[in-house]
């Protein structure tokens, strides 16, 4: 069993900054990834950015925050990281963290932005961008 607790989600003005963080327990492998994905009310979830926790520590990112948003990973912490700047009204949604107990680099990289390859996911933050 892996549990994850996201955080990090606040109000901001458009053109601000937030970090969230997704803290890693449990039974978890040498070698995973993890996979943030946003919900906005009445669309589907959608995958933000990844990372994998392999030697070559690939990071993905959805275009629409390319340039924008950074995921990274302190390992001695167990936590995922997604620092989001110039932040925008379209970037409101609850931000999830997901894990992937079986990650292959060349299958991730197809495919990291697909919730169905992630095994446990977590409770959610709220990231709200208004003036």
């Known amino acids: 069993q892996v549990l994850l607790v996201e955080s990090g989600g606040d109000l901001v003005q458009p053109g601000g900054s937030l970090r969230l963080s997704c803290t890693i327990s449990?039974?978890?492998?040498?070698?995973?990834?993890i996979g943030w994905f946003r919900q906005a009310p009445g669309k589907e979830r959608e995958g933000v950015s990844c990372i994998s926790t392999s030697t070559k520590g690939r990071t993905y990112y959805a275009d629409s925050v390319k340039g924008r948003f950074t995921i990274s990973r302190d390992r001695s912490e167990n936590t995922v990281y997604l620092q989001m700047n110039n932040l925008e009204p379209e970037d409101t949604a609850i931000y999830y963290c997901?894990?992937?107990?079986?990650?292959?680099?060349?299958?991730?990289?197809?495919?990291?932005?697909?919730?169905?390859?992630?095994?446990?996911w977590g409770q959610g933050t709220q990231v709200t961008v208004s003036s």
């Open positions: 997901g894990y992937d107990a079986t990650p292959v680099d060349m299958w991730l990289e197809n495919n990291w932005y697909k919730s169905f390859i992630y095994d446990y």
């Open positions: 449990g039974s978890t492998r040498s070698v995973y990834a």
